[in-house]
């Protein structure tokens, strides 16, 4: 299962080199993933979490392996763990769809191709590490990786691409995102329908 390091600068995506971080804004949901307002990125993720929008990516080649990225080591959130193809957050008013498809594109340079729905998940995981917690109303999407991957270094440190019995094995023995089971198992339906019985996801 071979890993590929990020190497390949792409421009940030928020505008942060040289200059201070811009004040990144969520979209505040209830229970049904109704829009309720909105919050500061960190705010929202402080204990004990808002709960907000977000979105899960997962990508696969044609071989039916799946795309995964270790987080780079400088995020503030969950740096260094390895987790699905891309997550994010939807700006406010802006279509999950539409923020799965951008995020790719700025995370890892590809555009993903056959991008559909694959339902949503919501859960409260905190992280032990950074105590910062996780309420979120994700919105869960699969699609192809079709063309040669361009990581963004300031956002991923290394890509690879799994079958079901390699993740099995990184994930026993390497870091996670504290997201990453509960968002794969519930994209599991949308995932066997895109790979074919044959992947073995």
Excluded at 58 to 81: C, E, M, N, T, W
Excluded at 94 to 122: K, N, Q, W
């Amino acid at each position: 299962m071979p890993s590929t390091p990020a190497t390949t600068a792409n421009n940030s995506s928020n505008g942060t080199t040289g200059a201070a971080a811009p004040e990144i804004m969520l979209e505040l949901v209830d229970e049904s993933g109704n829009t309720i307002g909105t919050a500061e990125k960190l705010s929202a993720h402080q204990a004990p979490g808002q709960l907000h929008r977000a979105f899960s990516v997962f990508l696969f080649d044609p071989a039916g392996r799946l795309l995964i990225q270790r987080r780079a080591l400088g995020k503030y959130h969950s740096p260094g763990v390895w987790s699905n193809t891309c997550c994010g957050h939807p700006y406010p008013g802006e279509s999950p769809f539409a923020a799965a498809a951008r995020r790719t594109y700025e995370e890892l340079g590809i555009s993903p191709t056959l991008l559909a729905e694959a339902g949503t998940v919501r859960y409260n995981h905190p992280d032990p590490e950074s105590g910062l917690v996780e309420q979120e109303y994700n919105h869960l999407f699969v699609g192809l990786a079709q063309s040669p991957l361009r990581p963004d270094p300031e956002e991923i440190g290394e890509t690879a691409f799994v079958t079901p019995e390699e993740l099995a094995e990184r994930h026993a023995i390497a870091p996670f995102s504290a997201w990453f089971m509960t968002v794969l198992d519930a994209a599991r339906p949308a995932v066997k329908e895109l790979t074919g019985p044959d992947a073995g996801w």
